[in-house]
């Protein structure tokens, strides 16, 4: 069946890099557009990125535009995101979803937390 | 960027119904409609319509999902314990180029 599994999160200083990966199996990875999708503690979901099938476009939200990457290996089934010069309003549980005219399918989430 | 708009919280009585409401502009919403998704606390989120009316697989058929305008609606009838959790619609905004989400309403089964 769809399989997604986040990985890489954990405490990272601020100004400091970190990259998460979510691992997907089950379907055909570049077939479909993918996602970053964030929640901090107690909040509310906020789209960070997608990247379309194929990897030819990408978009971001405002909050994380010019910081963060997000990028697909194909080779791997894997979508990834870097994130660099984390700020301690990134401190979050990230998400990757798979796109299928919505976001039909979710991973469980890597946490981030940003902290001196 | 400016997100969607849903009430913070409705609560109703057992086998009810409840209406959600997302109201967006005619970038988002009122394009291409939206999806809701369900989260209970300490899982992720599911997908329970998209494009505003249609239901995926395994939804049950007490979801029906609805535009007017710019308003997304998601109602839910014969309320169970199991309905209550946390909201979301999401669209796309075709002019940003982004993804917008609602803040959330927090659905309470009394």
């Known amino acids: 069946q769809v399989q997604l599994v986040e990985s890489g999160g954990g405490v990272v200083q601020p100004g400091r890099s970190l990259r998460l990966s979510c691992a997907t199996s089950?379907?055909?990875?570049?077939?479909?557009?993918m996602h970053w999708v964030r929640q901090a503690p107690g909040k509310g979901l906020e789209w960070l990125a997608s990247?379309?099938?194929?990897?030819?476009?990408?978009f971001y939200a405002d909050s994380v535009k010019g910081r963060f990457t997000i990028s697909g290996d194909v080779s791997k089934s894997t979508l990834l995101l870097q994130m660099n010069s984390v700020r301690a309003e990134d401190t979050a549980l990230y998400y990757c979803a798979k796109e299928s005219d919505a976001f039909d399918v979710w991973g469980q989430g890597t946490m981030v937390t940003v902290s001196s | 960027q400016a997100g969607l708009t849903q009430p913070p919280s409705v609560s109703k009585d057992l086998r009810q119904t409840a209406t959600l409401t997302c109201t967006g502009n005619?970038?988002?919403?009122?394009?291409?409609?939206a999806a809701w998704l369900q989260q209970h606390q300490g899982h992720p989120p599911k997908l329970l319509s998209y494009?505003?009316?249609n239901r995926p697989s395994g939804i049950s058929e007490r979801l029906s999902a609805s535009r007017s305008g710019n308003t997304a609606s998601l109602t839910i009838t014969g309320l169970q314990p199991e309905d209550e959790g946390d909201y979301y619609c999401?669209?796309?905004?075709?002019?940003?180029?982004?993804?917008?989400f609602g803040g959330g309403t927090k659905l309470t089964v009394l």
């Open positions: 494009r505003s009316n």
């Open positions: 005619s970038n988002n919403v009122g394009d291409q409609g």
């Open positions: 999401s669209a796309w905004d075709s002019s940003l180029s982004v993804w917008v």
């Open positions: 990247i379309s099938n194929g990897g030819s476009d990408k």
């Open positions: 089950g379907f055909t990875f570049s077939s479909y557009p």
